[in-house]
């Protein structure tokens, strides 16, 4: 068979074509790295490697999310900071009411600071992070979750956000508070039942905030604890007003000046000189207040008080106190919370930062071209087009009408 000259030359510059096409391919490689560029260059591995995007992607969406609810938690944590110190200030001046030469006047100083620390707590609980979102306001809601009533028919500080917490994920952490948790379920007295002196007492009587002793034998009823004078000894007298009975034991007892009254699994310390008709109640200190109502408690009595040391003023001062340690306590829970919350972001966020780095080397591994295999594969195809380069002008001679002549 006669294989034509014009045959020989077709398919020498075919065989050139393709030479400077892979040449070209290798070059592109080298250029950019990588070694899939297209889905054509390497069908499963293309398919490999958008999976591996994929993931990667997800991981740098969990650690942009992860770091805004970081910032949240951090600046949270700083506000209640904030709160806890003008709790501290605000116990600190009623320390200072209990001055027994302090009067009226200093009482209404003091009353004057403690409203302007109850507004400064009211901004800190209304407080937004960098991204506008409130910090307090639970699951979400208004835009100020704590509201201030005033008036006579107000119902003071109000909490219009969503109660409750949003869990935390695998990888994410809530971005709020549950500001109603934080600042409103402070208990009342001493978190089991609550002391207050009749407002028709003519006597100095007052009492402790007092203490469960037995909480097997506590019945979580109403109870009232009034004063005579019988032939010239002061009793007093213990009723269950809940049921309307005399508590066994407690009727017609001497009374004695900083003396423990106990009583089914409750006992509490009474001082003073009471008159006849004065009158204790105690009852149970459910529903729980609010920090801002103890405040507000507080600085009523300060500016209701008309003498030195008078004992509803020393009553609620002590009450306040208390409710003041209970509302502080439930803060330094929160920013206890707080600091677990950073810490499993410290450890989410190293996680994610390793997943990434995997995901990466991943694509890497199916995408990126071994740069000393693609050079050296890239001078032999460069050597071989040059080869062929020479061996098709050598071919170009091979003509009859060279050798007539």
């Not at 075919?14 to 899939?36: F, N």
């Not at 039942?193 to 019945?219: I, M």
């Not at 106990?262 to 009158?279: I, K, M, R, Y």
């Not at 106190?321 to 439930?330: F, I, P, Q, T, V």
């Amino acid at each position: 068979m006669r294989v034509a000259t014009a045959n020989s030359y077709d398919n020498t510059i075919s065989q050139l074509t393709k030479r400077q096409a892979e040449l070209s391919e290798l070059q592109g490689q080298i250029s950019t790295g990588k070694r899939v560029q297209k889905a054509s260059d390497d069908p499963v591995a293309a398919v490999l490697s958008e999976a591996a995007q994929n993931r990667l992607t997800r991981v740098k969406a969990d650690q942009r999310a992860l770091e805004t609810s970081k910032t949240s938690i951090t600046q949270g944590e700083s506000a209640l900071g904030q709160a806890g110190s003008i709790l501290q200030d605000v116990r600190d001046l009623l320390l200072s009411a209990g001055n027994g030469s302090y009067g009226p006047n200093e009482y209404k100083d003091i009353a004057l600071q403690i409203e302007g620390m109850r507004d400064q707590l009211l901004a800190v609980a209304n407080q937004k992070d960098s991204s506008g979102r409130t910090l307090f306001g639970g699951l979400g809601g208004a835009g100020a979750p704590f509201v201030d009533s005033f008036g006579p028919s107000g119902n003071g500080v109000t909490f219009q956000g969503l109660r409750g917490q949003e869990a935390t994920g695998n990888n994410s952490l809530p971005q709020s508070f549950d500001g109603n948790a934080v600042f409103m379920r402070v208990p009342q007295g001493n978190g089991s039942f609550v002391l207050s002196l009749s407002a028709g007492n003519t006597g100095s009587v007052r009492t402790d905030t007092g203490q469960v002793v037995d909480p097997s034998a506590l019945t979580g009823q109403n109870y009232s604890i009034g004063f005579a004078d019988n032939a010239g000894t002061m009793e007093y007298s213990v009723t269950n007003t809940t049921t309307g009975l005399p508590v066994a034991g407690q009727t017609g007892i001497p009374y004695a000046k900083g003396a423990s009254i106990a009583f089914d699994g409750l006992a509490f310390e009474v001082n003073g000189s009471p008159q006849t008709g004065d009158n204790i109640a105690l009852g149970a200190s459910t529903p729980p207040t609010d920090i801002f109502k103890v405040l507000k408690n507080a600085v009523d009595a300060l500016r209701s008080a008309t003498t030195n040391n008078p004992p509803q003023l020393i009553q609620t001062i002590g009450r306040s106190m208390a409710e003041l340690d209970s509302g502080h306590d439930r803060i330094l829970q929160a920013r206890s919370l707080a600091g677990a919350w950073l810490n499993r972001a410290d450890n989410t966020e190293a996680m994610l930062a390793g997943r990434a780095i995997a995901h990466q080397a991943e694509q890497s591994n199916l995408e990126d071209l071994d740069m000393v295999q693609g050079i050296s594969d890239f001078q032999n195809q460069q050597t071989g087009l040059q080869a062929a380069l020479q061996s098709y002008a050598q071919v170009q001679r091979l003509s009859l009408f060279q050798y007539i002549s």
